[in-house]
């Protein structure tokens, strides 16, 4: 299994996880912040992210895996953009809500709070753990 772990951010009317599903892998690009842009480029083949859908639910809702590490952004004329593919492994047994996350103090550190407007953040091996746990019971 991955040691490193993130998490993505999609707003569900433009890009949701059963639309993952159904495309089977996906490309994430369209990222235009330079913290969240180095996030993807320092993603290797087989990290695992969070699928969190933003705006509408506010809620982790899968687990996505990199496919492609080190791609230029295909929406991004310039070149200076980075993108990665991914594949859904699998959806949580229940999501897990920004309410749920922000009520925790376990996770009082995660970026999604502290960094909130950050779209691809990092996840700690405890907070991935954490975070399972809560998914499933």
């Keep these: 299994m991955s040691e490193r772990y993130w998490l993505m951010k999609s707003e569900p009317d433009a ?3 059963d639309d993952l599903v159904d495309e089977g892998e ?3 690009d369209g990222v235009r912040n330079h913290r969240a842009a180095n996030n993807l480029r320092a993603m290797q083949v087989g990290d695992e992210a969070f699928f969190y859908h933003s705006n509408i639910g506010r809620e982790i809702v899968g687990i996505m895996k990199v496919s492609e590490a080190g791609l230029a952004d ?3 004329p310039d070149g200076k953009w980075a993108a ?11 999501p897990v809500t920004l309410k749920q996350i922000k009520a925790d103090p376990d996770l009082a550190e995660i ?7 950050l779209s691809v953040a990092v996840i700690t091996p405890d907070e991935w753990k954490h975070i399972i746990a809560m ?3």
């Design 111 to 117: 970026e999604l709070i502290k960094l909130s407007r």
């Design 84 to 94: 990665v593919k991914v594949k859904p492994v699998r959806k949580l047994a229940n």
């Design 135 to 137: 998914s499933e019971g």
């Design 15 to 17: 890009y949701s996880w």
């Design 74 to 76: 295909p929406s991004d």
């Design 26 to 28: 996906g490309t994430w």
